[in-house]
Nanobody, 127 residues
Framework: QVQLVESGGGLVQAGGSLRLSCAASGRTFSTYNMGWFRQAPGNEREFVAAFHWNGRNTDYADSVKGRATISRDNAKNTVYLQMNSLKPEDTAVYYC????????????????????WGQGTQVTVSS
């Protein structure tokens, strides 16, 4: 069982930045694919970013490409999502997710690739 705890959300003005963190339990964090998803009110949960367990490959949704950076610190069992130039449409609950089954990089945009989810952290961007 993997437990994920997100933090770092909050209220920020448009154009600002936030860094979200997700701390994971377990001894084999370095072998997990990690992803970030978000869900805005009235919308389905959508992919934001992913980091393959190989430590090299990352993927981003078009809506955040160029504004978001996913990173991981395997020594701290933590994955981060740096969001810059925030827009009101970035307002959502942000969830991190873990895939211990090592799905291929090409599948990491899909929620079905992930077995474990955090409780979410709210990000609100004011205009």
């Amino acid at each position: 069982q993997v437990q994920l705890v997100e933090s770092g959300g909050g209220l920020v003005q448009a154009g600002g930045s936030l860094r979200l963190s997700c701390a994971a339990s377990g001894r084999t964090f370095s072998t997990y694919n990690m992803g970030w998803f978000r869900q805005a009110p009235g919308n389905e949960r959508e992919f934001v970013a992913a980091f393959h367990w190989n430590g090299r490959n990352t993927d981003y949704a078009d809506s955040v490409k160029g504004r978001a950076t996913i990173s991981r610190d395997n020594a701290k069992n933590t994955v981060y999502l740096q969001m810059n130039s925030l827009k009101p449409e970035d307002t959502a609950v942000y969830y991190c997710a873990a895939d211990p089954r090592k799905f291929a990089y090409s599948l990491l945009h899909s929620q079905s690739a992930y077995d474990y989810w955090g409780q979410g952290t709210q990000v609100t961007v004011s205009s």
